[in-house]
T-cell receptor
Framework: GAVVSQHPSWVICKSGTSVKIECRSLDFQATTMFWYRQFPKQSLMLMATSNEGSKATYEQGVEKDKFLINHASLTLSTLTVTSAHPEDSSFYIC???????????FGPGTRLTVL | GESVGLHLPTLSVQEGDNSIINCAYSNSASDYFIWYKQESGKGPQFIIDIRSNMDKRQGQRVTVLLNKTVKHLSLQIAATQPGDSAVYFCAERENAGNMLTFGGGTRLMVKP
């Protein structure tokens, strides 16, 4: 149990376009999901905390208008990278906090490449 | 603590040897610590966790040690195997919060 999926697993887009990444908890409910970004050879950096039914909380330095987060249900959160630029190319990873548990369950990540 | 590595330190060990990966944290309010394993192109995989009221916890081939006095966490892997080759991250969670702060990571390379 406690499987988190992400879709797509990789995406290539042109500069200026928008890309949506989905994060789903497949067999549990998650009131809280987290979005991380990871550049090559670096650690995971928390971008935002997504709570079901409410606005996401963004970390300092993360533009909320550029990285739109929607957590419309207990099993789905989406991250939309708007007007993508090459510097947005990164590995985006989500995690889901199982209700009543301490552990975050991580998705497999989405590789975004902006040309 | 906020620890972001600009490059990953590497630990190279011989297959069958024991590995010790270290992590320093800075937030004395952290009450929960986790070790993750990340293979190339994949998300982090949970290895073992420990709460701040413990100083040692053992799993299958892995042991986590927590020294709160010096804010140090270590992961010991017994009889390291080629499949253990990956990047290992420690993460901490502050008391009463849910967000995790990740350490910089260590790349473990296992030589056959």
């Amino acid at each position: 149990g406690a499987v988190v999926s992400q879709h797509p697993s990789w995406v290539i887009c042109k500069s200026g376009t928008s890309v949506k990444i989905e994060c789903r908890s497949l067999d549990f409910q998650a009131t809280t999901m987290f979005w991380y970004r990871q550049f090559p050879k670096q650690s995971l950096m928390l971008m935002a905390t997504s709570n079901e039914g409410s606005k996401a909380t963004y970390e300092q330095g993360v533009e909320k208008d550029k990285f739109l987060i929607n957590h419309a249900s207990l099993t789905l959160s989406t991250l939309t990278v708007t007007s993508a630029h090459p510097e947005d190319s990164s590995f985006y990873i989500c995690s889901a906090l199982k209700v009543g548990a301490w552990e975050q369950f991580f998705g497999p990540g989405t590789r975004l490449t902006v040309l | 603590g906020e620890s972001v590595g600009l490059h990953l330190p590497t630990l190279s060990v011989q297959e069958g040897d024991n590995s010790i990966i270290n992590c320093a944290y800075s937030n004395s309010a952290s009450d929960y610590f986790i070790w993750y394993k990340q293979e190339s192109g994949k998300g982090p995989q949970f290895i073992i966790d420990i709460r701040s009221n413990m100083d040692k916890r053992q799993g299958q081939r892995v042991t986590v040690l927590l020294n709160k006095t010096v804010k140090h966490l270590s992961l010991q892997i017994a009889a390291t195997q080629p499949g253990d080759s990956a990047v290992y991250f420690c993460a901490e969670r502050e008391n009463a919060g849910n967000m995790l702060t990740f350490g910089g990571g260590t790349r473990l390379m296992v030589k056959p």
